[in-house]
């Protein structure tokens, strides 16, 4: 019974909108009614991972700082009290503000009074620095008090190139800093450990900022961030292009926070006025109630969601991270994105209907197997049947000819040398007459005695016989690369390096001559009666130049090789007859191999087509590797 044949049209119709319009529907009933469970739920993800990136954050710009106070005390030096050269400790300072850049200076204040700093240029203004007569190329500027057994103070600063050198020397005679009245110097003569201080104003550039700070056995070692550097690292966090990020104290007083003024709004003093106020009412609340992390408050009219985390600035003080942003910028991506779906949804499902004539998954797999298929014939890979009996028409139509042309060339390859086909065609090599000159190893090899056995053994014994001495000896040269040319009675050539490159040939000739000696041995010697003399096999090889090609006429070629190489190689192999030898190779094959097969001379013979005798040389074997 003939099964019915679906046309391809209708078929890709059918199907595809049937499953369009239910996954359509299916995905925008479920889409609307979860996105609106999802949003509160991302908020509250969204908010709370921002808070973590920005405390770690905070804990990598703190964490250098408090660590490097920490191991002050194992400085090198840092008992040694200052001169007017300086400190020691100058290369190490420098160093240190290279790689700490959130930091504004490192200090040393000693008991007697006398102080040590090396400040960043990049924290002072220019106006500030061209004050003091800093050159152009300054990249810190070292402050020295020198103030013990002194009845006035001596105060000088140096203004230093990136790598710490020298660019000029100023005196400060006017200066009277003494470090012990600092609020750094103060907190840590207190205790063992790291302290930070509340934001004071620094003497040496009266800008705002705090110390880290922790006593030695001759006074503190210090490190100054400035609130410019913490307002500008809140103000970089992305939470901080449409919300507000601060930084306040237990008691609710402000420590830093970001821009207030909305981005693109820079000049609205309204807003900017509005979320001061809003910031400090949060503040405030948040500060009343250290178990409160989460809440909801209006801002001009706009919902918007806190955030609070408490936050290590070094030292040991800890101090609030309050993140606060429109409830719109964290969700309102997420129900743009529900109410965009249901329409670009039915958008879809009404602009696919006329495209579904032309795409289609249920093609798409018997059309992707019979192009594979048409990829292994062409490679004359013909091992493999080819699938029929798709529901499409056109499909199964096309199905059962590439079947049919599969089976017509693998008969049709029974008759041809399917390994030389296939090397043919990966080499893309055009089948034209002629040919091209290339180095190729050629092996010829013949049964001795073997027309005197078949002599009196009936034709289908011979034939069976001939079948599988040629088998075991066709797979030993592919096995080893060969090409095999023809087969001439008993008789066989083959060549390496053609029409494939072939690394070390003159070896893998070798290999196969010594595998085939060996394996058609135990199968020729079952053939001799009693008294008949025994079939061997014989081989001669060489490598060499030769005319590698296609020979015959334009409808029926031969690919193979000609020239003196095949000539000699085929001439060594008769050779073992006269000289009771099995395998015989050209004097250029020993130098060649020399070291790695065993040879031994057989003299100098005389070849027909050479004016002089030629040496020749039997194989006897492989040598070991180590050898």
């Keep these: 019974m003939t099964r019915a044949r679906i046309a391809i049209a209708p078929s890709i119709f059918t199907i595809t909108l049937v499953i369009a319009v239910g996954l359509a529907g299916a995905i925008i009933s479920y889409t609307h009614g979860q996105n609106a469970k999802n949003a509160e739920l991302a908020a509250t993800v969204l908010m709370d991972r921002a808070l973590e990136t920005i405390d770690l954050r905070i804990s990598a710009l703190v964490e250098p700082i408090d660590s490097t106070v920490r191991q002050s005390r194992f400085w090198l030096s840092l008992n040694e009290p200052p001169s007017y050269a300086g400190h020691p400790l100058r290369a190490h300072m420098v160093s240190l503000l290279r790689e700490m850049p959130q930091a504004s200076s490192v200090f040393v204040g000693f008991e007697q009074g006398d102080h040590y700093q090396v400040a960043s240029a990049a924290h002072r203004t220019a106006e500030v620095m061209s004050d003091r007569g800093a050159p152009p190329d300054t990249a810190y500027q070292e402050t020295v008090i020198l103030r013990s057994g002194r009845a006035k103070p001596l105060a000088l600063v140096r203004f230093l190139d990136a790598q710490g050198g020298i660019l000029a020397t100023r005196f400060t005679p006017e200066n009277d800093y003494d470090p012990r009245g600092r609020p750094w110097y103060e907190l840590a003569r207190g205790t063992d450990e790291v302290v930070r201080t509340d934001v004071y104003h620094f003497a040496m550039s009266t800008k705002l900022g705090v110390s880290v700070a922790r006593r030695f056995e001759q006074g503190v070692v210090g490190v100054d961030v400035t609130l410019d550097e913490l307002t500008a690292f809140l103000d970089a966090v992305p939470q901080a292009r449409d919300g ?18 909305p981005r693109g709004a820079a000049g609205d003093a309204d807003a900017s006025g509005d979320r001061r106020e809003k910031l400090e009412h949060l503040v405030t609340r948040l500060a009343g109630d250290p178990l409160l992390r989460a809440l909801k408050v209006d801002v001009g009219g706009h919902a918007w969601l806190v955030r609070r985390n408490p936050v290590d600035l070094g030292g040991g003080a800890a101090e609030n991270l309050v993140v606060a942003m429109p409830r719109a910028a964290v969700v309102g991506p997420i129900e743009d994105v529900s109410q965009r779906t249901f329409l670009v949804s039915l958008l879809i499902v009404l602009a696919s209907i006329p495209l579904i004539w032309l795409v289609s998954r249920r093609i798409s797999r018997p059309i992707h197997a019979l192009g594979e298929a048409a990829e292994r014939i062409g490679r004359f890979e013909l091992d493999r049947e080819i699938p029929s009996g798709s529901v499409i028409r056109e499909v199964d139509l096309l199905q059962r000819a590439m079947e049919r042309m599969r089976r017509s060339l693998s008969m049709f390859s ?52 001939m079948s599988q001495y040629f088998e075991r000896v066709t797979q030993i040269l592919q096995a080893h690369g060969a090409t095999i040319d023809k087969y001439i009675g008993d008789s066989v050539m083959a060549f390496w390096n053609a029409p494939m490159a072939t690394q070390d040939h003159p070896a893998k000739a070798c290999a196969a001559a010594l595998e085939i000696i060996a394996e ?31 020979v015959g006429s334009s409808d029926r070629m031969n690919y193979t090789a000609l020239g003196n190489t095949v000539n000699l190689a085929s001439r060594l192999e008769g050779l073992n007859r006269d000289l009771g030898t099995s395998i015989l190779v050209s004097e250029d094959m020993k130098a060649r191999l020399e070291g790695r097969f065993r040879f031994r001379s057989a003299g100098e013979t005389a070849i027909k087509g050479y004016e002089e005798p030629v040496p020749v040389f039997e194989l006897l074997g492989a040598l070991p590797d180590d050898k």
């Excluded at 058609?520 to 005319?547: E, F, M, N, P, Y």
């Design 520 to 550: 058609t041995s135990a199968l020729t010697s079952g053939w001799v009666d009693a008294g008949d003399k025994r079939v061997r096999t014989r081989i001669g090889i060489h490598c060499g130049q030769a005319i590698i090609g296609n």
């Design 414 to 465: 029974l008759y041809a040398p399917k390994t030389l086909v296939r090397q043919l065609v990966a080499s893309e090599t055009p089948p034209v007459l002629g040919g091209e000159r290339r180095e190729v190893t050629v092996c010829f090899m013949d049964l001795e005695n073997f027309t005197a056995m078949s002599s009196h053994l009936e034709p289908e014994e011979v034939m069976l016989r």
């Design 244 to 261: 507000v990020v601060a930084l306040f104290h237990d008691d609710g007083r402000i420590l830093t926070h970001s821009k207030l003024a």
